[in-house]
């Protein structure tokens, strides 16, 4: 049955956007299948689809780890900044530019600073009692202005004409795609890795198992003596590392430099992708590569029919208020009850 | 003379978004019920009020249809949150994305031309007195209207029958329940106000503060209100007080910023949300005082027995 929330929200978000696109005056089924068919049409379309799924559905899991402890860690778009921020400095500027050590080095560097980024709300939270949600939050709003600061001033391009942009990263701090006419690439591998850790983690492991009880019973955790701090740790820690990751990863990946504008909201949308997932790993992949259509979707009808991009976190949106809805209706059994007067009457007769 | 006058009016101008959203919020989070997505709703507000100045509807008109399309949001979230039990934390963030998403989708054809912004008042006699003029009686009817709502809003908490009813649903609505009063309607209502002064505080930014759209152009601030209602351990004037802590703060940044300081403006910007976090770890450290005033059954579902 915790399948079938996730497959009617799809459904009703599909009809919901068929009356929003007839409503906006195009027919809804040629809109629709540009939305969510014309994208997979292709080799290459694939290619972007996993290309975009991937980032998404690692984020989805260190976060996942963190919700199901009730750590609610809503800054991995920061983490995944710091992520970025960190790999990229080391692929620009360490003294060997040809080291066959430089992606492991920005693999490590990316998912230090995430981590990094992620232990200054964990050491609130667990120390100082602070809301995780707000601070993590403000420290995405610091992260990007790091990245505005970094891209307009010290690392920008010296040879790129004033734009807010660094130097191309070297060849070895990049991914070679599989395919020189696609943009997939082998840190597709890091995420297939990663579902493995977390299932591992969430459903086979004590720690994980303790973490879960963390966060359905708090009390009942208490009472085992299970530390809260431990948990509040422990997911920081798994969102912020897989946000750097994630960060590392688009940067020698697609992008292969730094601009004011790395993610296309990645950190938000895998938050959805947990929730859809079910805060479990398979649920993540299949949640993942939804959203991830979601966002070709949105690229693709911007570009042929010239639909606003904003679409897509609309469909984020409906998205999840219709899972979040799906759920009352299969976890609660709707009965109809009586005004209290009606009773009354009969117990009177 | 001009720099304090123009700090101290820029302070009370800045704060007043802020003040407008975390007083809504705080009413909501009084009733027990956390509604993360003030962003959104804020984006809401402020995209439909720009919305009906560009389409010549008179300016009470168009903050009235920043209110109702705040509370229009929030009822998203009050359907989830309070008819459907879902986890307030997921509902409030799906309409933080979902309203700025909508908020950009509505905004697209606005253009990026600023609008005539809402004027300040004009008293005969008492705005031109010199200094206390331009430090009290040159705003526009919405700072006032803050004040205002501020006054009005602890005279309901504290000092009315439905007030107290209200604190005792945040802190038991079993009890409450069993008493007889209507919990979730109530929540409702309170989350249907909440939205309506979240709407209120993004008609400010977008026909009065900034007087343009801009996607986004919250810029953090429906996050912020939520950090003021902790920062004031969920008390009415520690609101008010910490809104034009944080107004100053933003005017001492875009001073700053004029005045040509040395130091980048990316880190001037960082100030309001650094500001927020340690402000945030002050309070929080002292779990007696922030127990005192919080609302016992915040963000936890309630479903009426029987």
């Not at chain 1, 579902?195 to 019973?217: E, P």
């Amino acid at each position: 049955m915790r399948v079938a929330a996730p497959v009617l929200a799809s459904v009703l978000t599909l009809v919901v956007g068929s009356i929003f696109f007839a409503s906006l005056g195009h027919d809804p089924l040629p809109t629709l299948y540009a939305f969510f068919v014309e994208p997979l049409n292709s080799l290459n379309g694939l290619s972007e689809w996993l290309l975009k799924a991937s980032p998404l559905i690692l984020i989805a899991c260190g976060l996942a780890i963190g919700f199901r402890a009730n750590v609610w860690n809503i800054g991995a778009e920061g983490q995944f900044t710091m992520g970025a921020i960190a790999a990229s400095g080391v692929g620009l500027f360490w003294p060997n530019p040809d080291s066959v050590l430089l992606l492991p080095l920005m693999f490590v560097a990316g998912m230090g600073a995430g981590m990094a980024w992620a232990a200054i709300p964990a050491f609130l939270r667990a120390r100082m009692n602070t809301n995780e949600i707000l601070v993590t939050l403000m420290m995405t709003y610091i992260a990007t202005l790091f990245l505005s600061y970094l891209v307009h001033g010290p690392w920008r391009d010296p040879a790129g004409f004033n734009y807010p942009q660094t130097a191309l990263l070297p060849t070895a701090a990049l991914f070679e795609s599989f395919d020189p006419a696609y943009r997939l690439n082998p840190s597709i591998f890091i995420t297939v890795v990663a579902v493995f850790v977390m299932w591992l983690f969430t459903d086979r492991s004590f720690l994980g198992y303790k973490m879960s009880v963390s966060g359905a019973a708090p009390l009942a955790a208490r009472y085992a003596g299970f530390r809260e701090s431990a948990a509040v740790w422990i997911g920081l820690m798994a969102g912020g590392a897989a946000a750097g990751i994630a960060g590392m990863a688009e940067a020698a990946g697609p992008l292969g430099q730094l601009s004011p504008q790395i993610s296309p909201g990645y950190g938000f949308a895998a938050i959805i992708v947990a929730f859809i997932g079910r805060l479990n790993a398979f649920g993540i992949v299949l949640g993942g590569l939804l959203m991830s259509l979601l966002f070709l979707g949105g690229e693709g009808v911007q570009m042929t029919l010239g639909l606003p991009s904003a679409l897509t976190r609309i469909f984020q949106g409906i998205l999840l208020f219709f899972l979040l809805a799906a759920d009352f209706f299969i976890f609660y059994r709707i009965r109809l009850i009586r005004p209290a007067r009606d009773t009354h009457a009969l117990e009177t007769a | 003379m001009d720099l304090i006058i123009a700090i101290f009016t820029g302070t009370v101008i800045a704060a007043t978004p802020l003040i407008f959203a975390a007083l809504g919020e705080l009413v909501v989070e009084k009733s027990g019920v956390l509604n993360l997505g003030i962003e959104g709703m804020m984006l809401m507000g402020a995209a439909l009020a720009f919305w009906a100045v560009t389409a010549g509807y008179p300016m009470p008109v168009a903050i009235l249809a920043g209110a109702l399309a705040g509370a229009a949001a929030s009822l998203l979230f009050g359907v989830l949150a309070l008819t459907f039990l879902t986890n307030q934390y997921a509902a409030g963030l799906a309409l933080a994305i979902f309203g700025s998403g909508v908020s950009a989708f509505l905004g697209r054809g606005f253009g990026s031309e600023p609008i005539e912004a809402l004027r300040g008042i004009n008293v005969p006699v008492l705005s031109d007195l010199p200094l206390i003029g331009p430090l009290l009686f040159r705003f526009d009817p919405m700072v006032y209207l803050a004040l205002v709502m501020f006054a009005a809003i602890s005279w309901f908490l504290y000092r009315t029958k439905a007030g107290l009813i209200l604190r005792t649903i945040g802190e038991s609505p079993q009890t409450s329940h069993a008493i007889g009063y209507p919990v979730i309607r109530i929540r409702y209502m309170a989350v249907l106000f909440g939205g309506a002064m979240a709407g209120l505080a993004g008609a400010y930014l977008s026909v009065a503060y900034t007087p343009l759209w801009v996607e986004n152009m919250t810029a953090g601030k429906g996050w912020i209100a939520l950090a003021l209602v902790v920062f004031a351990t969920w008390r009415p004037l520690r609101i008010l007080l910490g809104a034009w802590l944080f107004g100053g703060m933003t005017i001492l940044q875009l001073q700053g910023q004029a005045l040509g300081l040395e130091v980048p403006s990316e880190l001037l910007s960082a100030l309001p949300y650094l500001a927020t976090i340690i402000v945030l770890v002050l309070i929080s450290r002292n779990r007696q005082m922030l127990a005192l005033h919080f609302p016992a059954s915040l963000a936890k579902p309630f479903r009426p027995a029987g």
